[in-house]
């Protein structure tokens, strides 16, 4: 039984770049989650989506971020032209149907921008 | 709560002891809590979860309690082991009853000594 899997788990991209990290949820789960870390903090959410649909990305920056979590394949957290401040570990997390609350984490991508 | 800063507060017991790991939340409408152990390089991994209607849950070596009257929440290890050493993370539920955004707290670096 499969968890969360995410790739890659790291990532190095220059300036001006972009990043696509990638995220398969546990199996019979349709809810995602992407949430950030930087270095000796806790995660900060950034987005959640079910099949097609972006549920709440309150936590996303308004510029550069984008994510979808389409009907066949895994949800894919995109950040164009990177720039220094986005390097940190990106975690997605999946949860099974409406109602349960528990979100299990992928091993994470770590993403260092040069 | 949710809080930043540069340094992780730490706790050192000997393998054998019990340990107790705090967490304080700010938002007293929140009404699920989750504590997540995170070792290095990996994903937070699910330890126990408490709803706010109780106020102690045991698990396999692990108990929670929350106080709800000063929004306080403990993680108790008995027996620790090496094995346990990682960053011990609380989250609260705070998407005024949608369940899914999870806040987490600053995190407490637990090192276990043989």
């Known amino acids: 039984n499969a968890g969360v899997m995410q790739n890659p788990r790291h990532l190095v991209r220059r300036r001006g770049q972009e990043a696509r990290l990638r995220c398969s949820p546990m199996?019979?789960?349709?809810?995602v989650y992407w949430y950030r870390q930087l270095p000796e903090e806790g995660l900060k959410f950034m987005v959640y989506?079910?099949?097609?649909?972006?549920?709440?990305e309150s936590g996303m920056p308004k510029e550069r971020f984008s994510a979808e979590f389409p009907k066949e394949g895994p949800s894919i957290l995109r950040i164009q032209q990177v720039v220094r401040g986005d390097s940190a570990a990106y975690f997605c997390?999946?949860?099974?149907?409406?109602?349960?609350?528990?979100?299990?984490f992928g091993p994470g991508t770590r993403l260092t921008v040069l | 709560g949710e809080s930043v800063g540069l340094h992780l507060p730490t706790l050192s017991v000997q393998e054998g002891d019990n340990s107790i790991i705090n967490c304080a939340y700010s938002?007293?409408?929140?009404?699920?809590f989750i504590w997540y152990k995170q070792e290095s390089g990996k994903g937070p991994q699910f330890i126990i979860d408490?709803?706010?209607?109780?106020d102690k849950r045991q698990g396999q070596r692990v108990t929670v309690l929350l106080n709800k009257t000063v929004k306080h929440l403990s993680l108790q290890i008995a027996a620790t082991q090496p094995g346990d050493s990682a960053v011990y993370f609380c989250?609260?539920?705070?998407?005024?009853?949608?369940?899914?955004?999870?806040?987490f707290g600053k995190g407490t670096l637990l090192t276990v000594n043989p």
């Open positions: 997390a999946s949860s099974p149907l409406p109602g349960t609350d528990t979100q299990y």
């Open positions: 199996k019979g789960h349709s809810h």
């Open positions: 989506l079910q099949k097609e649909n972006i549920i709440d």
């Open positions: 938002n007293s409408a929140s009404d699920y």
């Open positions: 408490i709803r706010s209607n109780m």
């Open positions: 989250a609260e539920n705070s998407s005024g009853g949608s369940n899914y955004k999870l806040t």
